[in-house]
């Protein structure tokens, strides 16, 4: 059944890319059809975020926000904890070779691309230097993200937990910046504007699902990586999803897509925990604007990569 509403779909982007949209909209009756028969609710869902991307595409209708907003009315540890079960590799594959990386230093700066809103890393991070070093740290750090809210009351509170676990570490200096680069223009330009403040200070460079972007502007890529070499960091760590997601084919786009969302919804299906109700509404509204992303969007605009499969 998986199989047939695929290449239904694909039938339909097809119709959409030869103009025929009588086809296409004849083609989405039958996937509606076809998708409320013998098909689970996980698997329904995806079809229909596909058919919503497909439509989107056709009619160049696009949401507003490229990134998942931050509810401002959730704490800071639902947020932190909701999309764990996506993120925890990057902190097991990243703190010990950034902790080997500075031994000895202490004075560390990070410089932090990312548009996760994860930062306990941040805080085990933290407590993880000061084990290492000691006493006298004092610790740096450069968030570079898209604004993920329109309030910034999200902010206000991690600001005050990470200021608050440093006192308790007894850092001798503690500094938090945001950097707000909304778009690919925006993230370069931040990083132009990076400087090494001292000559003992650590620079470490963390890259989390955001180095990507920077192939959708010419040039922005080497822009951004001489910069960096001219900070002379310790280590750059770059966690990245594996897909080659650049073929301006849309068929193509769909067929490699399809197979790896649908093994995301079917786990999510599997997860029968209570408490990961709520995570899963949040998981599913991100999915849905990825496939948006995936299929709808072109040129600058396409930015969402995934793994393959």
């Known amino acids: 059944m998986t199989t047939l509403l695929l290449n239904k779909l694909l039938d339909s982007a097809k119709a959409i890319e030869d103009g025929d949209l009588n086809l ?3 083609i989405f009756k039958e996937i509606k059809y076809i998708n409320d028969a013998d098909t689970s609710t996980e698997t329904r869902k995806l079809v229909r975020f596909y058919a919503e991307a497909l439509v989107r595409r056709l009619y160049k209708l696009y949401p507003r926000n490229c990134t998942p907003l931050v509810p401002s009315t959730d704490s800071y540890y639902v947020r932190c904890w909701r999309f764990l079960p996506f993120v925890w590799f990057i902190e097991k594959s990243c703190r010990h070779s ?20 994860f930062d306990l890393m ?17 610790f740096q750090v450069t968030n570079i993200r898209p604004k993920l809210s329109h309030k910034e009351d999200y902010l206000q509170e991690m600001d005050r937990e990470l200021t608050a676990e ?3 570490l007894l850092l001798t200096d503690f500094k938090l910046n945001h950097v707000f680069a909304n778009t690919v223009a925006g993230l370069v330009e931040s990083t132009l504007n990076l400087k090494r403040e001292s000559e003992d200070e650590a620079i470490v460079v963390k890259w989390e699902f955001e180095l990507h972007k920077l192939i959708l502007l010419p040039g922005a890529l080497e822009k951004v ?6 900070l002379r960091p310790e280590i750059m760590v770059i966690v990245e999803k594996e897909a080659n997601h650049n073929n301006p084919d849309i068929l ?25 109700f709520e995570n899963k509404i949040s998981w599913e509204i991100d999915f849905r604007r990825q496939i948006t992303n995936v299929v709808a969007r072109e040129d600058t605009e396409h930015a969402e990569r995934h793994e393959t499969c």
């Open 166 to 168: 440093a006192k308790t």
């Open 24 to 26: 296409a909209d004849s």
């Open 225 to 230: 990586l001489s910069k960096l070499k001219d």
């Open 98 to 117: 950034i902790l080997d990386a500075v031994v000895g230093k202490k004075k560390v700066h990070l410089i932090n691309f990312s548009n996760i809103e």
């Open 252 to 276: 193509d786009r769909v067929a490699q897509s399809f197979p790896y969302y649908s093994s995301v919804f079917d786990s999510i299906e599997k997860d029968t925990i209570e408490i990961y």
């Open 122 to 138: 941040i805080r085990d991070l933290m407590r993880d230097l000061v084990k290492q070093v000691g006493s006298g740290l004092s």
